[in-house]
Structures are given as C-alpha cells and as structure tokens.
Nanobody, 115 residues
Framework: QVQLAESGGGLVQAGESLRLSCAPSRNIFGIGFMGWYRQAPGKQRELVASITSGGTTDYADSLKGRFTISRDNAKNTMYLQMNSLKPEDTGVYYC?????????WGQGTQVTVST
C-alpha cells in the first residue's frame, strides 16, 4: 500500500519561511502529477501548487513569487518552499500524488503563521 507523508509544518511569525516535504512510504515508479493543497478553517481545500514528472509547475496566482514547488524524481519527493508567510497562509497542507490514475493523499501538516 502506498502512503504519503508530509513534514516541515510548524508555527512561524509573519514574514518567515517554511519548507514542506512530501514523500511516499516506499520507493515506487509511476508517480506523475504531484501537488500541494491547503485547507484553512472554515474554507474549502484549495490547490497551492503542482508539478509534473517533467517539471511543469503551476501556482495559485496569489502565491506566485512567494512559494516554490520542486521535485526529486529519483525519490518521488516533493517540496514546497514557502517564503514571506502571511497569517492567511495558515491551514493544513496536504500532499497529493497521482500514480496510474489513482489518487494518493498524505495526512496533512499544520502550518500556522502568527501576526
């Protein structure tokens, strides 16, 4: 069974940075699309950024210039570098991967940005 695990969340002050990581529980082949999503209290889950196995990236417009997504295909590990964090970035961040058309999700990691 393939599982994803996020790490790197925590409590920071506005303007600081965090780097999130996401990796499968075991080495596997065939992970294509990977993405970061977040869900703030009382809000719907939203796409933060995504990256394909070929390196194509997409970002939410409001996050361009602050967040950077990257991927190590050898490890199927994905990263999200978050700079200049704002209180509105607070939420649970989830990792998603697609493998052979099937969706896999991590358990989420909490990011809290204080004023």
């Amino acid at each position: 069974q393939v599982q994803l695990a996020e790490s790197g969340g925590g409590l920071v002050q506005a303007g600081e940075s965090l780097r999130l990581s996401c990796a499968p529980s075991r080495n596997i082949f065939g992970i294509g699309f990977m993405g970061w999503y977040r869900q703030a209290p009382g809000k719907q889950r939203e796409l933060v950024a995504s990256i394909t196995s070929g390196g194509t990236t997409d970002y939410a417009d409001s996050l361009k210039g602050r967040f950077t997504i990257s991927r190590d295909n050898a490890k199927n590990t994905m990263y999200l570098q978050m700079n200049s964090l704002k209180p509105e970035d607070t939420g649970v961040y989830y990792c998603k991967a697609l493998r052979n058309g099937f969706q896999y999700w991590g358990q989420g990691t909490q990011v809290t940005v204080s004023t």
